[in-house]
């Protein structure tokens, strides 16, 4: 964190640099500062709006916030779907948490079989994804908004 502040002025840092800061912030506790940095990271995010909205979806789940959790999953499943075609795993997984944490087991369980399916395609067949990422990696051209060249 302390690299990153001191090399890195705000207006330079890009998308995964921002959530990188927020997960930073989150470790330590410190949630406003978490929510701040996942905010600017959706500020400046094209391709990987999804990964933020994730982790600012998970931060809101953590301090209680059920009715923000759950329309940032749903936020993140929705910019997936329209970017990439596909639905989002750990999306899916976070809205079944929310369902668990309201009491509505069949939902949650529905929302977790819907994560665990797609999580057991492979690679190639989700569209939108590169092979080799196999959707793990949050460092990609998409994930910075640009394209990859040869």
């Not at 993140?76 to 970017?83: I, K, L, M, V, Y």
């Not at 079944?96 to 395609?121: C, S």
């Not at 190639?124 to 990859?148: E, M, Q, V």
Request: glycine share 12%; net charge positive; proline share 5%.
């Amino acid at each position: 964190k302390g690299w990153i502040e001191h090399n890195l002025p705000p207006h330079r840092r890009s998308p995964y640099v921002w959530r990188l800061l927020g997960d930073v912030e989150q470790g330590g506790g410190q949630h406003d500062a978490a929510r701040v940095a996942y905010e600017h990271a959706l500020r400046r995010d094209r391709g990987g709006r999804h990964l933020t909205l994730v982790r600012l979806g998970a931060l809101q789940l953590r301090l209680g916030a059920l009715d923000d959790a759950e329309r940032s999953f749903e936020a993140a499943c929705e910019f997936r779907r329209r970017t990439y075609q596909s639905d989002d795993g750990p999306a899916l997984r976070g809205l079944a948490d929310v369902a668990t944490a309201r009491g509505d087991v069949a939902t949650a369980r529905e929302r977790t079989a819907e994560a665990a399916r797609l999580e057991r395609r492979p690679a190639h067949a989700r569209p939108g994804l590169p092979a080799a990422a196999g959707g793990a990696d949050d460092r990609g051209a998409a994930a910075h908004g640009r394209a990859r060249t040869a």
